[in-house]
């Protein structure tokens, strides 16, 4: 299994990003793809969650509402789009994918691509 994020960098507050995480490997129809991010000296948290099949998504309180979950099956990609973002953004954004159903515990996500950094400036 492979998972490939792509699509940090800087932008400013306010601005606009979409993260891609390309994968291969999986099973689809049986797997949820879901996106955390990491900030310096801070734990992993959930962000975002989207079942393969059926398209049902999930999000951490805080990021409704400016994040948006999506995929594209035929490219077997998922994509992040974060919209007035904010300097506390500022993260290294992993994907990840879970056999099953989402959880917001990142224990208990099988596969994690490698991260893509985010900065967002003041």
């Known amino acids: 299994v492979q998972l490939q994020a792509s699509g940090g960098g800087l932008v400013q507050a306010g601005g606009s990003v979409r993260l891609s995480c390309a994968s291969s490997?999986?099973?689809?129809?049986?797997?949820?793809m879901g996106w955390f991010r990491q900030a310096p000296g801070k734990e992993r948290e959930f962000v975002a969650a989207i079942r393969w099949i059926g398209g049902s998504t999930y999000y951490a309180d805080s990021m409704k509402g400016r994040f948006t979950i999506s995929r594209d099956n035929a490219k077997n990609t998922v994509f992040l789009q974060m919209n007035t973002l904010k300097p506390e953004d500022t993260a290294v954004y992993y994907c990840?994918?879970?056999?099953?159903?989402?959880?917001?515990?990142?224990?208990?996500?099988?596969?994690w691509g490698q991260g893509t950094l985010v900065t967002v400036s003041s």
């Open positions: 990840a994918a879970r056999w099953g159903s989402y959880s917001a515990a990142a224990n208990a996500w099988d596969y």
């Open positions: 490997g999986l099973t689809f129809n049986t797997y949820t």
